[in-house]
């Protein structure tokens, strides 16, 4: 009898915790007895039929690392002349049972159409961005917000020495959990997400009268995706193969405008794909673990269509079809991080 073949991809933007999962993976799949494949690149690599076997060494000293040693890209099959029969001839050819797609809401997006049409997917929620519903929380997110935390302390002690007003724009897309937490957690003085609007009359009022009562300093963590009167400020107006604008410069914005109102010499910051980059933190080393192992528990059960998830402290399995909505920022959560303005 010819061994079960399991392969896995990584696809859209990379994120720490990855290598963890494709580490997992492998370990469990190997012990099962699987023959296990690294499709390279997202779904170009399973368009291209661009793989590497995947052995114990392949996924030797790579627990620790950033990135994804399998590459990825942001391609999609759905809006390529013959993309998806070729993804099917590729499984067949390829003789595999299973393909485990670990991405964000894009790559699971495709991973649930190739499984409505007959395609043995599962798949495995990451994004720094946290807005994959269904799962409490995606691995990525909590490096993520540890690096913004950190750059938040970072700006605290600079902002204090010079009487500025300092405002670190961080990522997250369309959802403020990446802001929200490290907001809450480097001790922001006012918070900025695209979920809730705010004008920038308010914001200067509160820093006003934070400044009123002797402080000479603010710290502002703004989401990327944060509207300026109900407008996203984009980098470019071209769109990625999803759909997606590309985000950036509304800190730079709003400081300009804080800085008019307030009579405050106020400067910005954009940490971007820093936040992306290095080792995961031990949560989502373990996040991305266990997700992996549970990954491969469902391919041995024949639970396909499914995602795995974070439930409480379970991994349990959700349908992928899950996925569909982003999962944003409750008004309960603003309202607690609300306490600290000003
Ligand atoms: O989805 C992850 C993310 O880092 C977002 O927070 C950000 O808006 C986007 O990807 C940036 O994408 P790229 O790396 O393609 O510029």
Redo the contacts with the bound molecule.
Sequence with gaps: MSMKRLAMLTG????PGLNPVIRAATRRALQEGYEVLGIRNGWKGMIEKNFIPLDRRAVAGILHRGGTILGTS?TNPRKMEGAVEKIFENFKGLNLDVLIAIG?DDTLGVAYELYRKGLATIGVPK???N?IPGTDYTFGFDT?VNIAMEALDRLHTTAESHHRVLIAEL???HAGW?TLHAGMAGGADYILLPEFPKSMVEVAEALKKRHATGRTFSIIAVA??FKIEGEEVLQTQEK?AFG?V???GVGERIAKLIEKLTGFETRSVVL??L??GGAPTAYDRVLGTRYGLKAVELAMQGQFGKMVALHGTEIVAVDLQSVTKAKVVTQELYAEAQTFFG
Excluded: F, V
Excluded at 12 to 15: P, Q
């Design positions: 859209g933007g990379d994120c942001r964000g994004t720094i961005d807005d993520a990522m997250g897309r990446i990327e995706g990625d997606h590309r985000l950036g971007g794909h936040q992306r």
